[in-house]
């Protein structure tokens, strides 16, 4: 590719994003892929003959993947800074890649196919896991290392970028499990006791045995591509600085900045990166507090526990396919997230999140108090669809912009880190929970009553989120990555670094 060393090529910028983006497909593919599999693989596992498949161990089996990304998140701080952005992104690959191999086929030399006993849930567990790992690395690296190439009138656009492919990853994840299954249907899972369920005679025997494998294995062609190409991708300009490989930096600069602005980049990255690492708290504690609240409050609005089980939300809704409900509500869930994408750099980060915290509470409130009274079954679906809107142009991409760029230079991997780890933790709580709560019985309310709490709890937390966001995070929209340094730095009554260059650059 020609590269004008004068004026920098966008070209070459949005050709390195987009592989970064891939990241965030597979991110979204892996974490959603759960939602058409997860009825065919609680069937086939409610045949062991050696433990009983209960409630609690079908909410653990589908959020498995969860404590990988916790795992992956927590030791990407540590990757990051010691392999680089681009190592990490390919061991992401490679473990998105095994994961993916593994749930298709877990008897894989140890186990006799078609035998659901406890080894096997184990076995399945683990390689879920190890996907996990891979998304937990590609949650972190991916927006940093986007935040980290872009100038920053783009930043929150291309970061936003990121967000748009977890989502599409997720849409894609839809219709592929809604073309695997076909003209077969999804088992029918019958209650015979507090949290113990059976497979009802009628149900089709071949998505119990081979239905979910598909869907987690079609993973393993976007994850191939994935890994190959990050090879061709270079390493994070400010990674190469903090290394002190000044000259790769300046090289990498100029193909997206042209020479000029790049050396002016480059002089702005370097001071603020004398000290190649710096203590986790030398900014003051709230930066860290605001990261990881950031994180906290995206997974406790309860978005991941509807676009995990959302075919099973919509079944007991009773208004037509769950499934083609399920692909309608990714359609709408990819719209809105391209308004975040082309106004985040006009709005601003805290105007998005705000009227999103909103938009989620009337959503979730619509459907608990659809719970309470008899209502047209359209009345929880648009509550549902509104509710998923309102996160998917707001807590969905604008967390993500948040934490890659709020982190001055010198923490930013290990914060980093901390934010998304705390993330993937709520993630897991909410996730694991959700089906036991949502299927919680208080008296003539039957289970009604876990529907109906499960979302007015939801609720209540995206308005404590709304007033998180107008009291305690900065607005960032136009400010370089260096300006964090300096935001914090006065926020903790410390001495600014004299920095006297636009905020244009990378």
């Given at each position: 590719m020609f590269i004008d060393t004068e004026k920098g090529s966008r070209l070459y910028l949005f050709s390195i994003v987009l592989v970064a983006i891939l990241g965030g497909l597979l991110f979204g593919y892996d974490t959603a892929v759960i939602s058409g599999a997860e009825k065919g693989l609680q069937a086939y596992f409610l045949g062991a003959k050696d433990f009983v498949y209960t409630d609690y161990i079908h909410g653990i089996t589908s959020s498995s993947a969860l404590l990988g990304c916790i795992l992956g998140s927590a030791l990407s701080g540590w990757f990051a800074t010691s392999l680089g952005r681009k190592k990490t992104l390919i061991i992401a690959g490679f473990f998105f890649f095994i994961s993916a191999l593994g749930s298709y086929y877990p008897e894989f030399l140890f186990f006799e196919?078609?035998?659901?006993?406890?080894?096997?849930?184990?076995?399945?567990?683990?390689?879920?896991?190890?996907?996990?790992?891979?998304?937990?690395?590609?949650?972190?690296i991916c927006p940093m290392y986007i935040a980290e190439v872009s100038p920053s009138k783009l930043r929150g656009t291309l970061v936003s970028w990121n967000q748009f492919a977890i989502i599409f990853g997720q849409l894609v994840v839809y219709f592929v499990n809604f073309l695997i299954l076909g003209e077969h249907t999804n088992p029918i899972?019958?209650?015979?006791?507090?949290?113990?369920?059976?497979?009802?005679?009628?149900?089709?025997?071949?998505?119990?045995?081979?239905?979910?494998?598909?869907?987690?294995?079609?993973?393993?062609?976007?994850a191939a591509?994935?890994?190959?190409?990050?090879?061709?991708?270079?390493?994070?300009?400010?990674?190469?600085?903090?290394?002190?490989?000044?000259?790769?930096?300046?090289?990498?600069?100029?193909?997206?900045?042209?020479?000029?602005?790049?050396?002016?980049?480059?002089?702005?990255?370097?001071?603020?990166?004398?000290?190649k690492t710096a203590r986790l708290f030398s900014f003051g504690i709230m930066v860290i507090f605001v990261g990881v609240m950031l994180s906290v409050f995206q997974q406790a609005v309860g978005i991941n526990a509807v676009l995990y089980y959302a075919p099973r939300i919509f079944e007991s809704m009773h208004m037509g396919d769950p499934m083609v409900q399920t692909v309608i509500m990714g359609i709408v869930n990819i719209s809105f997230t391209l308004v975040a994408v082309f106004t985040v750099e006009k709005w601003g980060r805290k105007p998005l999140?705000?009227?999103?915290?909103?938009?989620?509470?009337?959503?979730?409130?619509?459907?608990?108090?659809?719970?309470?009274?008899?209502?047209?079954?359209i009345m929880p679906v648009l509550g549902i669809m509104i509710y998923s809107a309102s996160f998917m142009f707001s807590w969905g991409p604008i967390c993500w912009v948040l934490i890659s760029e709020i982190f001055p230079n010198t923490i930013r991997g290990a914060a980093v880190a901390i934010a998304v780890a705390f993330q993937w933790i709520f993630n897991f709580i909410v996730s694991s929970t959700f089906v036991p709560m949502y299927n919680l019985e208080w008296g003539e309310m039957g289970d009604k009553f876990g529907h109906m709490f499960a979302y007015a709890l939801y609720g209540a937390i995206c308005i404590i989120a709304a007033w998180f966001v107008a009291k305690l995070v900065p607005e960032t929209?136009?400010?370089?990555?260096?300006?964090?340094?300096?935001?914090?730095?006065?926020?903790d009554h410390k001495e600014p670094i004299q920095n006297e260059a636009e905020p244009q650059g990378v």
């Open positions: 196919k078609g035998n659901p006993d406890f080894s096997l849930l184990i076995a399945f567990n683990i390689y879920r896991i190890i996907g996990g790992v891979g998304v937990g690395l590609a949650s972190a899972i019958e209650k015979i006791g507090h949290g113990v369920y059976s497979v009802a005679a009628e149900s089709d025997p071949w998505t119990i045995s081979m239905g979910w494998r598909y869907m987690f294995g079609s993973e393993s062609i976007v591509l994935f890994t190959i190409l990050v090879f061709f991708v270079p390493e994070s300009p400010r990674y190469l600085a903090l290394k002190g490989n000044d000259q790769k930096a300046l090289m990498v600069l100029t193909r997206i900045n042209g020479i000029k602005r790049a050396t002016e980049v480059l002089e702005e990255i370097k001071a603020t990166t004398n000290e999140l705000i009227s999103g915290s909103i938009g989620m509470a009337i959503g979730a409130f619509i459907v608990a108090v659809s719970n309470l009274t008899v209502v047209p079954p929209k136009g400010k370089t990555l260096e300006d964090m340094t300096n935001l914090w730095l006065k926020r």
